[in-house]
């Protein structure tokens, strides 16, 4: 580290007889030294305000070897510094000078820290777009070749990232060293570097001439695809995206496809879940043909394989694969070639939590027959929870195949959802009952819906009556008076004399919710009777819903008139 007297700590630098304009770069040397870390960190984001006091020369000579020598804080600090750093060209004197930047920023993605390094390596991206060539390959690449033979696997991270921005303007024998290097982190010791080369092959092969794609970076991205480590394996498939753009269609087929072939198929399913996920993008990369003959086999295979994260990524790019296909054969393939392989309760659960979105791609009228049969097995699931999942989607289900198709087809599984044995599904399926009430009105809930509800008020099961119940407190709102008053209000009112305690009181409860539904005649001649002989109940808890109910304003104020 500097001396003290050489940074303006020494006598005089503070006041005095000294020179005042020493005075900032104290203060910073003070703060820095603080055990308050809150106070540290406040100093490194007033830099440039130091900066613009002590002016560009000062800055160079002393601010800046400061810095480098004091590597040393907490990574809250060093992250601030990393990215002050990075705007810092124009305080040390403007492009000519933006070498004198790389020092402290060189120590910074060598830290322990994650974080800490990447900004630098961002900052150092930065910076070097402000160099001349002359510069870049005198002050930039040397500390680039510094990082990449580093002794610690932090600093051969990091320089994977520099890489790629000053490839483009080196002369060719720099760029050769420059090659060369990138190939040996590919091949380091280290699975951490191996990552990290791995994360930025495919940035950096855009930067290369395409001879040098072909003949340097498939074979490490060959190399990198059938790494012993899946998290590098994995990060490969990413880079193929930007490799397979750079390619023509017959150096795809024989240079990359052997290779995501192989990854489509990895035994880790973290890889198969990459593949799946960025099958999008894939797709576009590779073109028409190369889809129909590989890529289209392969993704048939994802949606079947045995993991379910892989299944679910797979499902979520149907939408995307149906827009990227020929517009002449997107039906064909869809119906013939994804549809049939979607097996798995997930991945049809997720097509149809999709069904607008791929309704747009083929149309609902194939589609409906093709996903019926789906939609019907997962309806009567053995597992709860994929029951419960469908019927979640049975509105969205209505409002895309219309009212017709579903009374036909789906209606009778509403039904049916109605007397599970799970609780959870009786209470989603009358949920659900409101929700098509919503969606096709109140016509069609008169004539389809609430006779078959109704109906369930005689079942010998008591907890399908009282499903008859939380039925009708759903509908009764949606329905509004008339049907309520008329149709409902009667049923609930004969459920009164019930001879199971349970069904008695949920009519108290219900004759409670409804009652705001209900004209004061209804309330005074019907209901209020009913809940005067409830309050009487030998049963404590009828009695006391019942009570409950007569005290709630809806009926206690209609019974005031």
């Not at 939590?353 to 609902?364: A, F, M």
């Not at 589609?367 to 019926?372: D, E, F, I, R």
């Not at 699931?381 to 895309?400: C, F, H, N, S, T």
């Not at 005074?524 to 304003?553: H, R």
Request: proline share 4%; glycine share 4%.
């Amino acid at each position: 580290m500097a001396g003290a007297s050489e940074l303006g700590t020494g006598p005089g630098a503070a006041g005095g007889d000294g020179d005042d304009s020493l005075y900032p770069i104290a203060v910073l040397i003070d703060e820095l030294r603080n055990e308050d870390v809150q106070l540290r960190l406040n100093s490194i984001k007033k830099l440039s305000t130091i900066a613009l006091a002590l002016g560009v020369e000062r800055t160079r000579s002393e601010l800046l070897p400061f810095l480098t020598d004091t590597i040393y804080d907490e990574d809250e600090v060093l992250l601030a510094l990393a990215e002050q750093l990075g705007n810092f060209t124009g305080l040390v004197g403007g492009p000519d000078f933006a070498h004198c930047l790389l020092p402290p920023l060189e120590n910074l993605a060598t830290v322990e820290e994650t974080v800490v390094r990447d900004k630098a390596v961002e900052s150092l991206r930065q910076i070097s777009q402000e160099h001349t060539p002359v510069a870049l390959e005198a002050y930039f690449v040397p500390l680039v070749k510094r990082l990449a033979s580093g002794d610690w696997f932090t600093s051969r991270t990091s320089a994977c990232g520099l890489f790629s921005v000053c490839y483009p303007r080196a002369s060719n024998a720099v760029k050769a060293e420059i090659r060369q290097q990138f190939r040996s982190l590919c091949s380091d010791d280290t699975p951490m570097v191996r990552r990290a080369a791995a994360s930025k092959l495919g940035e950096f092969a855009k930067v290369l001439e395409l001879d040098s794609v072909k003949s340097e970076i498939v074979p490490l991205f060959t190399s990198l695809a059938s790494d012993e480590q899946d998290s590098v394996r994995l990060l490969a498939v990413e880079a193929c995206v930007s490799i397979a753009q750079l390619l023509s269609q017959d150096d795809l087929e024989t240079l990359v496809m052997p290779t995501l072939r192989q990854a489509a198929e990895d035994k880790s399913w973290r890889v198969r879940y990459m593949v799946a996920d960025r099958f999008s993008e894939l797709q576009k990369a590779m073109g028409p043909k190369i889809t129909l003959n590989d890529l289209i086999p392969a993704f048939q295979n994802l949606l079947k394989d045995c993991e379910a994260e892989v299944r679910a990524a797979a499902a979520h790019k149907v939408k995307e694969l149906g827009e990227n296909l020929p517009i002449e054969d997107r039906e064909t393939i869809i119906m013939n070639q994804i549809l049939p392989y979607i097996k798995c309760p997930e991945v049809r659960l997720n097509i149809i939590s999709n069904l607008d979105c791929v309704n747009e791609v083929i149309g609902i009228r194939q589609l409906s027959q093709s996903l019926l049969p789906a939609i019907v097995e997962l309806a009567e699931d053995a597992k709860w929870r994929v029951r419960l999942a469908i019927i979640e989607y049975m509105p969205l289900l209505a409002g895309q195949l219309g009212v017709e198709f579903f009374d036909e087809k789906l209606n009778s599984l509403c039904m049916a959802w109605l007397v599970d044995h799970v609780y959870a599904i009786r209470e989603a399926a009358t949920n659900n009952l409101m929700k098509l009430v919503q969606k096709f009105g109140t016509e069609w809930a008169q004539n389809t819906i609430v006779p078959k509800v109704l109906v369930m008020a005689n079942d010998p099961n008591y907890l399908h009556r009282m499903t008859t119940l939380f039925c009708i407190n759903a509908l009764s709102e949606a329905c509004g008076q008339e049907i309520t008053t008329k149709q409902m209000l009667p049923i609930v009112l004969k459920m009164a004399g019930d001879q199971v305690a349970n069904v008695r009181f949920n009519v108290a409860k219900s004759l409670q919710k409804i009652g705001p539904i209900l004209d004061t005649n209804a309330l005074q001649g019907e209901v209020k009777p009913v809940l005067q002989k409830l309050g009487q109940d030998e049963d404590m808890d009828v009695k006391y819903f019942a009570q409950e109910a007569i005290s709630g304003t809806s009926v206690s104020v209609a019974w005031r008139y």
